[in-house]
Structures are given as C-alpha cells and as structure tokens.
C-alpha cells in the first residue's frame, strides 16, 4: 500500500507547500500522540529541531497537536537528530521528534520520529499514524490537555553522553580540528565536544540564520572546510550536514574521505580490541567493492543493505552487529546511540588519529577505492525499470564487467529519478556501462 505521508526517513517535503505544513504537522502530533498513549502515566514528547526558518511553525504546530490529545511535550530547541533519539530514552519519554530535513536545502523541512526506545519507528507504527490522521482524532478534555515546557540542559546532556563514545583516558591535546556544522543542529553541540576533549578547534558553518543550513557548508559542500583545513595547517577537518547525523572527513592535505574509508578505519580498530560484534559490519549496496575487498583480507564480512540508514539499523539487530554505515557519511555506533550520529562518529576518528601518531592522509586511506560511477536519470512517470531495453542494458552491462565489479539500479525514494551505479577494477568499461544503462533509461521514460 502507498504511502500519503511517510517516506523513507519520516515526512519530508518543501515547508509550508503540499504536504508539509502547520496544519500537517499538528495532525501528526494528535495521531502520534495518541498511538503512543499507552498505560495510565503522564505521557510525554521530547521535541528537536534544526536551525531552519520553517523549524518555529513545525515545532508550534506539533505543540498544539500533542497538548491538544494530552500529551506533554518538553522543546529541546535545535539539537542534532541522535541527541532527540537518546533524550527519549532517557527521560522516559514515550516518543521523540526531530524536525529536520537532513542534508536539504532550507525550503525544506520534516518530521523524524523516534518510539521510547530511541529507535525510528516501524512501518507498522507509521501505518497506524497514517491511518489516524486522516481520520478523527479523540481531543482531551478540559483538564487534561497537556503542558509544554523547554529544558536548558539538553546541549549539556548530549555533549556529556557523545564524550563518553571515547575511553576515559583518551584525549585530543596537541589536535588541530577544523569542524564545519552546516549552519545546522550541532552548530554549538559539536565544536564544545571536541574542545572540551582538548583539541584546539576552529568553526566553520556556526551562524545559522534560518536560511543558510546546509548553503556551501557542510558534508554535501565541502570546499569551504577543505580550504581551512589547509589554511589554517589543521590536522584534519570534521563535516556534518543540516542534523548531524552523517559525517564526512578531510585530511590534513584538503582531500575528502568518505564514509567507506571512515567505516574501515572504525572496523579495524574495534576487531583490533576486541569490541567489534557480527564479525564485520554493515553497508549498503552503494559503498564501494574495495571495502568489501579490504574487509575480507582481514576476515572480515561486508553484510550489503537497500540504501537509507533505517536498512542499515534494521539489519544490525537483527543480526547482532554493532558497526554499520552509508558511504555518504551515516555510521551508526549500536554500542553509543540507536542512529546515525556524525559526531560521535567524528570522535571515535579522532581518537585513532591521536592514538597512531599518524596523518590523517596515512591513517585515513585504509584502501583503495574501485573506481566507481554514479548518474541520474529524471523520469516523469510509468516505470522505466520494467523497460526490456532497460533490462537488456543490465544484463549486457553486468555481462561486460565479467564477475570484477557490479551493477546498482535503483529508484530514489525523494525523486523522480533512476540512479545508476557501476564498478569494477576498468575505470573505462564502468563508464561505458553506465552511460549505456543510461540510454537505454531515457530511451524508455520518452
């Protein structure tokens, strides 16, 4: 059954167009609010946001939508996405929400929630508030509406809770970090953790105004953080994007180290003491063969997923790790936080770099990549996949690659896009492939 609301990460959309506006927002705080009103407690909501214009309509909208069935709400204000996920746990709160459109530009906005363990929501939980919200909700009486309040030390609780990912005795003295925040959620969370550690620390990306999230700054726009990094000669640079939940890196020599490498980097350590769970970690179809390959010389699995982070959890418990990630920068730590966290992330690859005495341009390579293509093709409608030529093309491309790399089709779950992805150890034939696959896509969306 489609979906009306919910996509692959919460609801999603331009703010206050289609579907994305106040009076969407309080409707899915009544229904959420009453899905999860469970037992004769006083129920409760904790409520995040980034730093988005569109961040005090939602947040207010939402407000009125969980008082109005009863529900109280404590408002954190901007926080990253993880931060949320943990303070419902912790202050027993029966669910959290985020207020975040990720990496996307400040038009857009959404709503993230979590259950009272912290986790994302289950398809089923998301099909009940569905339901109910176009439906008629059961308001409070009178006396029974709820309150909403704000805390001052929810920045601290965070700060206090990602320092504690490091080993007591690991500190980051002596450590030039440049941090960009992407205008975003971490933007006083994250540079504060890692001074506090004992780095020397200098901010990009720290002066959100409600327009600027995400705008040349951060994991999806990284030529400002580069040119610090080498500027100011700092050891490495740290990137999150709009919520924080993803990280990219930047050596000390202005160049990008994607989540693959950061993924490695963090197995290694872990299977070096002994912490790593599953006997590997898990990825999704989209990062590179040469991590499967690197991670297979040292006995290790590379368990693949569909794309998006909620795959990536949902195949760690089921299977019992407790490392998994994207390559575009989600890695998600079991044994620390129940999501992606890009900051706890960030100082777990700190503290190996501190721990090596080496470069972050040596310590950070841990393999070589295989090259690697990825092009998009628009559509507007039907579907191009079902195409025999679109088919004929695959098999014809994973035919040429000849068992040395692979082929990735996929829909985007945001757009009305096909993504095309090959690999494989002949830069040349891989661009054939994909250029071929392409084609034949748009040959069958005319």
Known sequence: MGRKYFGT???????????????????????AGRHFMRGDHRHRV??????RLSGYMMETALVAGFTSVGMDVIMTGPLPT???????????????????????????????LFGPDGFKLSDRDEEAIEAAMDGDIPLAQHGEIGRARRIEDARGRYIHAIKQSLPENCRLDGLKVVVD????????????????LGAQVTSIGVSPDGTNI???VGSTSLDALKAKVVEDGADIGIALDGDADRLIVVDEKGCEVDGDQIMALIATDMAASGQLKGGGLVATIMSNLGLERYLQ??????????????????RMRADGFNLGGEQSGHMILFDHATTGDGSIAALQVLGALVRSGKRASELLHIFDTVPQLLKNVTYSGGNPLDDQRVKDAIAQGEAALDGKGRVVIRKSGTEPKIRVMAEG????????????????VRAAAA
């Open 9 to 31: 990460d919460g609801i999603r959309g331009t703010a206050n167009a289609g579907l994305l506006t106040a009076a969407t927002a309080m409707k899915v705080g009544q229904a």
């Open 46 to 51: 904790v409520i995040g946001k980034d730093t």
């Open 82 to 112: 993880p931060a949320i996920a943990m303070l419902t746990r912790e202050m027993r709160a029966d669910l959290g929400v985020m207020i975040s459109a990720s990496h996307n530009p400040y038009q857009d906005n959404g709503i993230k």
């Open 181 to 196: 925040c992407a205008h975003g959620a971490a933007y006083q969370v994250a540079p504060t953790a890692i001074w506090e």
């Open 214 to 216: 995400n705008d040349e």
């Open 297 to 314: 010389g040292q006995g290790l699995s590379l368990v693949r997923t569909q794309v998006g982070d909620r795959h990536v959890l949902e």
């Open 425 to 440: 150890d002949d830069a040349g034939a891989v661009e054939r492939v994909v250029d071929d696959i392409c084609d034949a």
